[in-house]
């Protein structure tokens, strides 16, 4: 076990600051020029014991700060990419670019969040209720539109409009009977 900040570390490797700070573990590149696309510090996870060699010593998983345009004296634009595996070394499967976009299956995601799927298939995103026994009324999914950080409060922070998935029964083996509801809001939060 190896401890920084402390003397009796519970892990492996323990990084503990003074009182007041946070540990703060650095990753830094040796490059002298960063450009777009270089790796500036990665994590790997992975299992190089593992007796079955091939795919299963490979990285499953990394994680990786990445460049997004040439730095210089007032730009250091980064992405985070997230990286899984099923059978190779791990690829990219999601990333958080420099704007806070962050895209799911695409490097280059346009919006907030983009979802996209393979050729040939929809871009999907579920949203789903972990409830064990749904009844009439229960809400299965809920996609709400509002302005939270609006100055005048009250009313102006209230959920504005909502779209959501409610069940119109008791689900069953033969029953899930649902309802697409459209709520807006006047003076008051979204119904």
């Not at 570390?9 to 007041?20: I, K, N, R, S, Y």
């Not at 504005?160 to 006047?186: K, M, W």
């Amino acid at each position: 076990k190896m401890g920084i900040g402390t003397s009796s570390p519970g892990d492996l490797l323990e990084v503990q600051a003074v009182a007041g700070s946070p540990g703060v573990i650095n990753i830094a590149t040796g490059e002298l020029t960063v450009v777009d696309s270089n790796v500036l510090g990665r994590i790997d996870f992975y299992a190089p014991l593992e007796s079955s060699g091939t795919d299963a010593i490979l990285p499953g998983a990394s994680i990786w700060a990445e460049a997004d345009d040439t730095f210089t004296t007032t730009v250091n634009n980064t992405e985070i990419v997230f990286a899984t595996a099923t059978s190779a070394t791990a690829a990219e499967v999601m990333r958080l670019d420099a704007t806070g976009k962050l895209g799911i299956n695409t490097a280059i995601p346009s919006t907030l969040l983009e979802v996209q799927a393979d050729a040939g298939s929809a871009g999907t995103a579920t949203l789903s209720s972990a409830e064990l026994t749904v009844v009439d009324g229960d809400v299965l999914g809920r996609i709400n539109f509002q302005a939270p950080l609006e100055s005048d409060g009250t009313d102006a922070i209230a959920i504005a409009a909502a779209i959501y998935a409610e069940a119109d029964d008791t689900f069953s083996a033969s029953v899930n009977n649902t309802e697409i509801v459209f709520a807006t809001g006047e003076s008051e939060a979204a119904t």
